[in-house]
């Protein structure tokens, strides 16, 4: 669980500092990693939207609400 963890401080890192293509390999890795983990699709979806792939962040917004429907960051 800690590399899980360590993906994601790094993700949002990467986010923070604008270096999106890093901050979607490790997003992508915890979610390899996590699969129904809806925050982890929330931080993939804002990371691209960040670049402009706009239709795949709506992609993972709707896995993240998939996953939980209440999940309001996703909304």
Do not use: T
């Amino acid at each position: 669980m800690n590399e899980i963890l360590e993906f994601i401080d790094k993700g949002k890192d990467f986010l923070e500092n604008g270096q999106y293509e890093d901050a979607l390999r490790c997003f992508e890795q915890a979610i390899i990693m996590n699969p129904n983990d809806p925050d982890l699709w929330n931080f993939k979806a804002v990371v691209l939207r960040s670049i402009g792939r706009h239709e795949e962040a709506i992609e993972c917004f709707n896995k993240s609400l998939k996953i939980d429907p209440r999940d309001k960051n996703a909304s």
